[in-house]
């Protein structure tokens, strides 16, 4: 899980080949073209304060913290 304030990663994306119809001399004797072809740059950037990458022990069932003993068998009765 990570944890970080609103507004610290902004995503950024630029086309940078994008074709619609591409013809050539041979596939216009069999009407054959490329359909499309996308290429997009991304770029994600912290603009400020930090990141935390957290590990959280969960049950299958999905219990946590003092649930999670119950789940494990070893709760104090």
């Known amino acids: ?6 507004g610290t990663w ?3 994306t630029a086309d940078v080949i994008s074709l619609d119809a591409v013809y050539d001399s041979v ?5 054959t073209y490329t359909g ?4 997009e740059g991304i770029l994600a950037v912290q603009r400020c304060a930090e ?5 959280l ?4 069932s999905g219990l946590t913290g003092e649930q999670k003993a119950v789940c494990l ?3 104090i009765a």
């Open 1 to 6: 899980m990570l944890i970080y304030p609103a």
């Open 10 to 12: 902004t995503m950024g």
């Open 27 to 31: 596939g216009l004797e069999s009407n």
């Open 36 to 39: 499309i072809f996308v290429e």
């Open 51 to 55: 990141t935390w990458a957290v590990t």
């Open 57 to 60: 022990d969960t049950c299958a």
């Open 73 to 75: 068998g070893t709760a």
